[in-house]
């Protein structure tokens, strides 16, 4: 289990987060939507550390996430960037292969590279092809086997879709669903896609003014009001349409 606690996180005199309670079940998958500027990202970085709340706890395994929880808890995710966020100087097998590289020779970590690349569709004609040569929906699946290279526990996806067109979308939604079912592992999925989240989900948590305000199961979301602007059936809050 993966979860925050109370939860609030100021920037200035903008309170982000305002006291935010989420948990996700071991093999669960929760897409956490919410408009642009609503917290999103400020809520991953603080369950990645990247960002010290003011308040509020990280729980993992059902305890608060202390210093030395930090480094086992950091070993076992994985993480899906927006943009891929590959690395321009390393090839594609050496992207996948970047954290097994800290503790195997490079042939092992290859051949492992290599399986992941398969799981998403990629042959072994584009392991040593370097970042700018790929197309973004590419750039995208070599991302996907970078965050399951080490088999994590969890795994984070930050906007996935974002970016590729309906049909590459919609396969790497599929690809995503796959892998997180097969695996078992945990997924937090950040995405403005209400399509990837049919496919993605189990759950769906809504962030707004700082609070969840919608979480329930991804069969029953059409039937939720405050999901409506989400699924095209009302204007978003605070819309300003005229003239733009
Ligand atoms: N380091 C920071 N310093 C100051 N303000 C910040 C910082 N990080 C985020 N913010 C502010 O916090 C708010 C939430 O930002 P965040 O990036 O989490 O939004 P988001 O929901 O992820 O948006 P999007 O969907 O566009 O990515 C925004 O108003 C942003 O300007």
């Given at each position: ?137 590419m750039a995208k699946r070599v991302g996907l086997a970078r965050a399951i290279a080490d088999d994590p526990q969890v795994i984070f996806f930050d906007e996935p879709t974002t970016g590729l067109d309906p049909i590459r979308a919609r396969a790497i939604d599929a ?70």
């Amino acid at each position: 289990m993966i979860g925050v606690r109370g939860l609030s996180k100021s920037f200035g005199p903008k309170r982000v987060l305002d006291g935010i309670d989420l948990a996700v079940g071991q093999g669960e998958s929760l897409c956490v939507i919410g408009q642009s500027g609503t917290g999103k990202s400020v809520l991953l970085r603080c369950i990645l550390g990247l960002e010290v709340p003011d308040s509020g706890q990280i729980l993992w395994q059902g305890q608060p996430l202390d210093r030395a929880a930090r480094g086992r808890f950091l070993a076992g995710f994985g993480m899906l960037f927006q943009g891929a966020a590959l690395f321009d100087s390393l090839s594609v097998w050496q992207n996948v292969a970047f954290r097994l590289r800290q503790r195997m020779p490079d042939a092992r970590a290859r051949s492992i590279a290599l399986d992941k690349l398969a799981r998403v569709g990629l042959g072994p004609d584009i392991a040593d092809l370097m970042p700018s040569e790929l197309s973004g929906g590419m750039a995208k699946r070599v991302g996907l086997a970078r965050a399951i290279a080490d088999d994590p526990q969890v795994i984070f996806f930050d906007e996935p879709t974002t970016g590729l067109d309906p049909i590459r979308a919609r396969a790497i939604d599929a690809l995503i669903r796959g892998i997180v079912t097969e695996t078992g592992a945990t997924a937090i999925t950040i995405t403005h896609d209400m399509a990837s989240v049919r496919i993605i989900g189990d759950r769906v948590a809504m962030l707004q003014d700082g609070r969840i305000v919608h979480d329930g199961p991804v069969a029953q979301m059409d039937h939720a009001p405050a999901l409506a602007a989400f699924l095209g059936k009302m204007p978003p809050q605070g819309a300003d349409f005229a003239g733009t």
